[in-house]
Structure formats: structure tokens, C-alpha cells
């Protein structure tokens, strides 16, 4: 299990200054991925319902399939330590102008929708402990679709791009980040690599682009 980073200085952060003429405040970018920058806070695990008490947490990849092998898979994920006043975490109450969710799909598989998670899970999630796995119910998650793949996506390590601007928005506003489920609307999975992957520039990666709030 590994050791949750608690440095302030862990993600890449570009501050961009507008022209002197705009009112506007600068905007910071600060991308997490994990062990880019001693960033080590992404948890993300693959719930089964054909292995109901097994950890794929240390999986280097994950599967979104509505039937897999005869019974559904979903993908957890979540970024922690990413909010805060330090250097480096997005201040609360930030005004957030993008958020964007990267992963690196390597097959094909059918549209597949991100909701908002409702409640918590750790390394060891398994589909038992959640409880037959996660329903977009506006209890266990969102109903909202924070962002969906288009179509049947075909994939050889193709970085897939989910919009997630308005549940950071919410995250730093207060409300708790549980991270995000991957459902599958299909019986053909999406797989992914997650950030147990060997290459790191292939681990999903979390980009957000703000701005401080007033003193």
C-alpha cells in the first residue's frame, strides 16, 4: 500500500499572466499524475462482479464492461491531496476554468459515462464492499454525467479526454472528493491503463486550470 504524499510542492503548476489591460486575475494550470513531481495521491481499482472479494487496485490496467465474461466491471478512481492552500493544490474556493481527466485507452470498447462519486472507497474496494458495485442513482453517484466517450472508441493507446470542470468546481467549493466511477452503457469493454502503469507519461493524469480567489 503506498504512503500518501502530504508535500506541498507535488504537481506541475504553469502560472499564466494576462495582459496588463485585462482585470482579469492570472490563471494557474497544475496537472497530478502519479509519480510525475512526487505526486503519489491517484487511487484507482477495477470493481468486478465475477470476483466480488478480490483487490485489482495493483492492476496496470482496468476494464469498463457492462458484461465482463457475465457480469459488470467498473473502474474507481479518485486524486487526493489536490486542494489546499499550499503551493502546488488548488485553493479552495479557486474559480476553476477547465478540469480536465487524460487516460490512455489501449482497446475498443463502447461509450462509456464518468459520473461524480457520493461516496467514499479505498485500495481495497472490491464490487462486495460497495455493495454490488456503484449505481448512478444520485446516492452511490451523480446522476449528472460529468463527461462521456463518443461512440465505440478505437483504441491503441489513445488518450482519452474527460471534461470534469464542474464536480472540481464543486470539490472546491466543499463538497468531498470521492473521485469518479467509469460505467460502461455496453457489453464491449473500454480498458485503460491506470497509475500502477510502468510508463508514467501513460497513468492518468488530472489538468486543471484556476483562478486564486481574493484575500
Given at each position: 500500500m503506498m504512503a500518501r504524499m502530504t508535500a506541498a510542492s507535488f504537481c506541475v503548476c504553469i502560472v499564466s499572466l494576462l495582459g496588463?489591460?485585462?482585470?482579469?486575475?492570472?490563471?494557474?494550470?497544475?496537472?497530478?499524475?502519479?509519480?510525475?513531481?512526487?505526486?503519489r495521491g491517484t487511487i484507482d481499482t477495477e470493481i468486478w462482479a465475477l470476483a466480488t472479494t478480490t483487490i485489482l487496485e495493483s492492476n496496470i490496467n482496468a476494464t469498463a464492461d457492462a458484461n465482463n465474461d457475465g457480469g459488470e466491471s467498473q473502474v474507481l478512481m479518485r486524486?487526493?491531496?489536490i486542494i489546499g492552500p499550499q503551493t502546488g493544490r488548488v485553493p479552495p474556493r479557486a474559480t476553476i476554468h477547465s478540469?480536465?481527466?487524460?487516460?490512455?485507452?489501449?482497446?475498443?470498447?463502447?461509450?462509456?459515462?464518468?459520473?461524480r462519486l457520493l461516496v467514499p472507497f479505498d485500495r481495497s474496494a472490491t464490487w462486495g464492499s460497495?455493495?454490488?458495485g456503484i449505481s448512478a442513482d444520485a446516492l452511490e453517484a451523480s446522476r449528472h454525467k460529468d463527461s462521456f466517450t463518443f461512440g465505440k472508441i478505437a483504441a491503441s493507446s489513445s488518450e482519452i479526454v474527460f471534461d470534469v470542470t464542474?464536480?472540481?468546481?464543486?470539490?472546491?467549493?466543499?463538497?468531498?472528493?470521492?473521485?469518479?466511477?467509469f460505467i460502461n452503457t455496453g457489453?464491449?469493454?473500454?480498458?485503460?491503463y491506470t497509475s500502477e502503469f510502468e510508463k508514467s507519461e501513460q497513468r492518468p493524469r488530472l489538468?486543471?486550470?484556476?483562478?486564486?480567489?481574493?484575500k
Open positions: 496588463a489591460a485585462t482585470a482579469e486575475r492570472p490563471r494557474t494550470t497544475c496537472s497530478f499524475r502519479q509519480g510525475v513531481e512526487g505526486y486524486f487526493d491531496d478540469a480536465k481527466l487524460f487516460v490512455s485507452a489501449f482497446d475498443q470498447g463502447d461509450t462509456v459515462n464518468l459520473h460497495v455493495i454490488s464542474d464536480t472540481m468546481q464543486a470539490w472546491v467549493n466543499g463538497d468531498a472528493n470521492h473521485g469518479w466511477v457489453g464491449n469493454g473500454w480498458d485503460f489538468t486543471i486550470e484556476f483562478t486564486s480567489p481574493t
